[in-house]
């Protein structure tokens, strides 16, 4: 299992980044077909705030491909180390 | 530490409808955003329009998560007992304020501007709620039945939008004994009432809060001086505990989001618009599927304490991403007209025309009826300015809708019914889960934050990006599901692969 946590973590940061060009693409397009103050701000803001979503689905797979999952943490005191 | 069970209730009471307000105030902007947006952002003012889609979107989508952080700062180092009153205060004073906000009409630009503000703080205060209510009643629970006691404030939102629903009904059709002047009067100055009962609710909340203790953990925390300093650094920038953080995210609050949204928000829009069902039936559908399902969150939450959570929430994934398609396929043929015998000896077209007083036109109202053998009535309402003087009359966009007979309305409340029950699954477990994967130091903030992203973000865009999707592909009405149905099966993958099944013996550390 631990072994297919850690090689899923590839396919996390392949979603992630490919997400987000995904993501950032079509706002582009969206915003050049009506570039409407309101067309601007609804994907200007889907672009913000889907950065660190990303950003953070590409961190969780580095975690894994590092193996940061293997073992969950069983008490608090295991995090705070 | 266990407290005795008449305290158990006081605290969950307390906690619960403080957080059931916040809710309601939140969904109440959001369902009337058509009036609303008629009131303080009209489309002739394109600056008015655009601060229309800031209060849309940035309400949902940037400030709670950012009110997460803020409150939850504040919760890890002030306590949780003045944060979440505090963010009540908050959402009930901005609720009330824009219930009182004259209109573009009366003071121009400073309106919308007014509105958009008060909007901004609901979605702060919002962020702040939820972990600080989940937190307290969960550090108070014995361990065997912190499932069971989280689960009442899990039925807060449902609740809150139960409540929204429910007021905004009653209120549009009592403001008149003639059903057509109340909705006018409504429309015109008495949707303010909703927002103005939100104070009589906030009142009576922060009474009960006041009356409620410092959450015991993080009392003795405090007491030993080992609160944390910076919970958003610890949150977020230690590694051993962001990545727990990342997990909450990925691997079950976004599914969770996503899975709340589709079966209570765009349902609704799609019976709306796909299926053209009337305004106030679509509303009682809702109405039914919530009251018969929430009693299951309960359910839900007690059961977590004996099988645990991850299994609950990954099956009401699974179930959801499996049956979403044929849900709303069925909801499309029970409501469709187009394959349906029309019954042309119960057609019939009836005109209104009201003179207006001091005005030189009449307005004429056109109603098209058409009623089809499996019981469906079609309407069509069409409105006309007709002008004293014989000038060309001013023709408006014809509304067109059904009314359900009712075997075919029972079939929806069923369907939707279906969609909660999955919400109950997925929605019900995660306050306990997200409490126990998380040290009492910096626990509300590190709880928040993932539940305001995969609840707010990911489950607030499903509208939207269904939307969106229907518009870029228009073959296939059914196309908007598949990004709820995406997002739940990352989720479901990396909840099944990565989570643990284990219930935390201990949140005192």
């Not at chain 2, 939100?198 to 009474?207: D, E, K, P």
Request: overall charge positive.
């Amino acid at each position: 299992m631990n072994a297919i946590k850690k090689y899923l973590g590839l396919i996390w940061m392949a979603i992630a980044i490919l997400s987000y060009v995904v993501l950032f693409q079509t706002a582009m397009e969206k915003i050049a077909a009506k570039p409407t103050a309101d067309t601007i701000i609804e994907w200007s803001i889907f672009a913000i705030i889907f950065l660190p979503i990303a950003i953070g689905l590409l961190i969780f797979g580095w975690l894994a491909w590092k193996g940061d999952y293997s073992q969950l943490p069983l008490s608090s005191e295991e995090i705070e180390d | 530490m266990t407290i005795d069970k008449g305290q158990m209730r006081k605290v969950i009471f307390a906690s619960s409808v403080g957080t059931l307000i916040e809710w309601y105030d939140f969904y109440i902007f959001g369902s009337l955003a058509p009036i609303i947006a008629a009131q303080f952002f009209p489309k002739s003012d394109p600056t008015a329009a655009l601060l229309s889609t800031l209060a849309t979107f940035a309400a949902g989508f940037i400030v709670r998560p950012f009110g997460a952080l803020v409150f939850g700062r504040l919760g890890d180092k002030v306590g949780r007992k003045y944060t979440f009153l505090l963010t009540l205060v908050l959402m009930g004073g901005s609720t009330f304020a824009i219930g009182l906000v004259p209109g573009y009409e009366t003071i121009g630009f400073a309106a919308p501007i007014i509105v958009l503000m008060l909007r901004l703080l609901q979605g702060l205060a919002l962020g702040g709620e939820y972990g600080g209510a989940a937190t307290y009643v969960a550090e108070h629970a014995p361990e065997h039945k912190r499932g069971a006691y989280t689960s009442w404030i899990q039925t807060t939102a449902t609740l809150g939008l139960l409540l929204s629903l429910g007021i905004i009904l009653i209120t549009r059709k009592s403001m008149a004994s003639d059903p057509m002047d109340s909705i006018r009067a409504f429309e015109d100055w008495g949707w303010r009432i909703p927002f103005w009962f939100s104070v009589v609710l906030v009142g009576m909340s922060i009474y009960i809060r006041l009356k409620m203790h410092e959450s015991p953990l993080f009392m003795r925390l405090k007491t030993s001086g080992k609160t944390s300093t910076n919970p958003i650094r610890e949150s977020l920038m230690k590694r051993s505990n962001l990545k727990m953080v990342l997990l909450a995210l990925f691997g079950a609050t976004m599914g969770q989001g996503v899975v709340w949204y589709t079966g209570q928000f765009y349902a609704q829009t799609f019976l709306e618009n796909a299926c053209k069902i009337d305004f106030e039936q679509t509303r009682t559908i809702l109405i039914w599927a919530i009251v018969f399902a929430t009693p299951l969150f309960i359910v839900f939450g007690n059961w977590s304490d004996r099988v645990g959570r991850k299994w609950i929430i990954m099956s009401g994934l699974l179930l959801a991403i499996v049956a979403y398609r044929p849900i709303y396929r069925t909801m499309l043929d029970l409501t469709d007209t187009a394959t349906s015998v029309k019954d042309d000896a119960k057609s019939r077209i009836e005109k209104v025309i009201v003179p207006l007083q001091g005005k030189e036109y009449s307005l004429q109202t056109s109603t098209t009826l058409h009623v089809y053998q499996n019981g469906i009535e079609e309407k069509t309402v069409s409105t006309d300015t007709l002008f004293n003087s014989g000038a060309e009359r001013v023709q408006f966009k014809p509304k067109q809708f059904k009314v359900l007979p009712n075997n075919v309305y029972w079939a929806l409340v069923a369907l939707l019914f279906i969609q909660i029950v999955f919400v109950t699954m997925v929605y019900g477990p995660i306050a306990a889960f997200l409490v126990e994967i998380f040290p009492t130091k910096i626990r509300y903030t590190s709880m928040s934050l993932p539940y305001h992203l995969g609840n707010g973000v990911f489950g607030g865009m499903t509208p939207f990006i269904a939307v969106l999707l229907g518009t870029m592909y228009t073959a296939d009405p059914l196309v908007g599901l598949w990004y709820p149905i995406a997002v739940a099966g990352i989720c479901l993958i990396i909840g099944t692969i990565y989570l643990s099944n284990r219930i935390d013996p201990n949140v005192n550390d």
